[in-house]
């Protein structure tokens, strides 16, 4: 069921980026700059994000020359328009360019107007006129595997050992408390949706915080390759937690866990407000909390993806689409965990099957968060 919903909502998202791009009657303009560059940020937030906001008939496409795909292609369009001098920032119409942020501040958005008003110029033409190149279909192919890794990224930190963990005893408590199959479904519930709410809006707000933070350029380059390290060392323990873990079969042996005074703590959250008779409110209570706590541990994977959103520019246009589903993934494995405790799923049987699958899920943890780091640094 899970993955059968992966696929489909995959194939919708690709589906709709692949029409748009592919449309001739829309008025395709080419920007070339930076993600670092202080300039490129100023002309995307003042002039083109606003007018494509505004006109849907706009199709703004982003690329950045740091990346091999964005200069190659910047390259191509240089030579197919006749650019006598390169610039680095460069913005490109139909049969017309500006180079220089001098000039783009002067005169784009008068450009784009008068485009507007004359739509001959450029409804109906064929898509395939436009300089096209290797480079730039490997850029798409980029942009649709950083939003697959976004999405699996999704699900693997949804079985998170430290999440799961929590899972494990609040089903434990559930059952010393005697809790009706009722009661047990309205805390899942409740539970469930407090944790999608806290953790989505913990992602709004790193999200909007490293979108304004990449208008600086030391700063920027400093999130990227800290994110990216923190991804790499974090998957090399994960490495490290799964060989381990399949040697001696010991839980102790596994560094990459909640520390044991943020698990007494969520212990004690969990106890201390589902104990009485306030179950919804109990469990919401409940539910802000413990994703606050679990934070030090779910962050690492969700803060590297995050990172990624705002670095890759087609991303960063629908963000907020991406973190609403991959907080849907992220909560999934929870609910249907919740679900089967309504149907009588114990807690022991739930940390059988957990240390039966440690070591794939600790190697799927690793896997993802070095792919992270790759994309990351290729985002540029």
């Known amino acids: 069921m899970t993955w059968r919903l992966f696929t489909s909502m995959t194939a919708v998202c690709l589906f709709a980026v692949t029409e748009s791009a592919a449309s001739s009657d829309r008025l395709v303009i080419d920007f ?18 606003p007018m494509q906001k505004k006109q849907h008939e706009i199709d703004l496409r982003i690329h950045d020359i740091d990346t091999d795909s964005g200069y190659s292609l910047l390259l191509s369009m240089e030579e197919a328009f006749n650019v006598p001098v390169s610039a680095a920032i460069e913005l ?36 395939s006129s436009q300089p096209s190149s290797l480079s730039q279909q490997l850029a798409e192919k980029f942009q649709s595997f950083s939003f697959l890794s976004i999405l699996t990224a999704g699900i693997v930190d949804g079985i998170n050992p430290c999440a799961i963990a929590t899972m494990i005893f609040l089903i434990s408590f559930l059952a010393t408390q005697k809790r009706k199959r009722g009661e047990i479904l309205a ?10 709410i806290t953790y989505l809006a913990m992602g709004i707000g790193a999200f909007k915080a490293l979108t304004f933070l990449q208008k600086y350029a030391w700063i920027s380059v400093a999130i ?9 060392g974090v998957g090399i323990i994960s490495f490290r ?11 102790s042996d596994i560094k990459l866990q909640l520390p044991k005074p943020v698990k007494l703590r969520i212990h004690k959250v969990i106890s201390g407000n589902l104990s009485g008779s306030s179950l919804v409110m109990g469990a919401i209570i409940t539910g802000f ?49 919740m679900v089967l405790a309504f149907y009588g799923l114990r807690w022991d049987r ?23 780091a790759i994309f990351i640094v290729a985002a540029g």
């Open 224 to 232: 990227r390759w800290g994110a990216a390290a923190l991804a790499v």
């Open 350 to 372: 739930l940390a059988k099957t957990t240390q039966k699958n440690m070591v794939p899920i600790k190697i799927a943890l690793g896997g993802v968060l070095c792919g992270l």
């Open 289 to 337: 909390l413990v994703t606050l706590l679990e934070a030090v541990c779910t962050g690492q994977v969700y803060l590297p993806t995050i990172v990624l959103m705002t670095r890759q520019e087609g991303l960063r246009m629908t963000g907020w689409f991406y973190l609403v589903f991959y907080n849907i993934l992220f909560v999934l494995p929870l609910l249907i965990i």
């Open 92 to 127: 490109y119409f139909p049969d017309t360019f500006l180079t220089g942020a001098n000039d783009i501040n002067k005169h784009a958005l008068r450009l784009i107007q008068w485009y507007l008003a004359h739509p001959e110029r450029w409804k109906g033409r064929d898509s």
């Open 241 to 251: 937690d799964a060989y381990l873990y399949r040697k001696t079969g010991k839980a």
């Open 32 to 49: 070339f700059g930076t993600s670092t560059c202080g300039e490129c940020m100023q002309i995307k937030q003042e002039i083109l994000f």
């Open 187 to 196: 805390i899942g519930l409740s539970f469930t949706a407090a944790v999608f």
